[in-house]
């Protein structure tokens, strides 16, 4: 069946530095694929998302692109804040129509 | 526009109890969907509404959970009995077909803990 795979954390960082957060996926067909983000204490939220192949998400200086030779959608940010520490989720929704999770990987950032 | 709204946010219960959560979803939005997030997992659906109406229930233990959604508005999701394994964080989102996909908003979550 349909399931993502993420990095474990967690993923330790000073603020301004470069962030990789590396998802797979395996899929029949083409899914669509999503970042979320939960904040303490806070509900997921959707962070980006591509629909197609080779699609540039791009959200609050986060990117991602959906490469569909790797089977890959990892997510990046340039300079990551304090404020960027949360736990974030690759998913995706292929042929069955549900919203599949990755296990998560939590951002800490240090000033 | 106001978001999913859950309560309660936390609840602490012995085993064998019941509990029940609710859930009221972002104003038009047709599918509501309950999952559960084990710490240190990634949610699972556990059923899909459409309307009132059940689209999707199969990863729902119905020997303890039910959930139900009457006017096609909010839900309830119950457990009776809890067991230690039900301790987790319940999550409500709902979505909206639309021209931008299918993209589901999720409430804040309730946290069970069974002791």
């Known amino acids: 069946g349909d399931s993502v795979t993420q990095m474990e954390g967690p993923v330790t960082l000073s603020e301004e530095a470069f962030l990789t957060i590396n998802c797979t996926y395996t899929a029949t067909g083409y899914p669509s694929l999503f970042w979320y983000v939960q904040y303490p204490g806070e509900g997921l939220q959707l962070l980006l998302k591509a629909t197609k192949a080779d699609d540039k998400g791009s959200n609050k200086g986060f990117e991602a692109t959906y490469r569909k030779e790797t089977t890959s959608f990892h ?3 340039g300079s990551v804040q304090v404020s960027d520490s949360a736990v974030y989720f690759c998913a995706l929704i292929g042929g069955t129509d549900k919203l599949i999770f990755g296990t998560g990987t939590r951002l800490q950032v240090f000033p | 526009e106001a978001g999913v709204a859950q309560s309660p946010r936390y609840k602490i ?3 064998r109890q019941s509990v029940a959560f609710w859930c009221n979803p972002i104003s038009g939005h047709a599918t509501l969907y309950w999952y559960q997030q084990i710490l240190g997992q990634g949610p699972k659906l556990l059923i899909q509404f459409q309307n009132n109406g059940v689209v999707d229930d199969s990863q729902l233990p119905k020997d303890r959970f039910s959930a139900e959604r009457l006017k096609g508005v909010d839900s ?8 230690l394994e039900d301790s987790a964080v319940y ?3 709902s ?3 639309s021209t931008l996909g299918n993209i589901q908003y999720f409430g804040a979550g309730t946290r069970l803990s069974v002791l």
């Not at chain 2, 999701?77 to 067991?83: R, V």
């Open chain 1, 75 to 77: 997510l990046e940010k």
């Open chain 2, 13 to 15: 219960i012995e085993k």
């Open chain 2, 76 to 83: 309830t999701l119950k457990i009776q009995p809890a067991k």
């Open chain 2, 91 to 93: 999550l409500c989102a």
């Open chain 2, 95 to 97: 979505s909206s077909r």
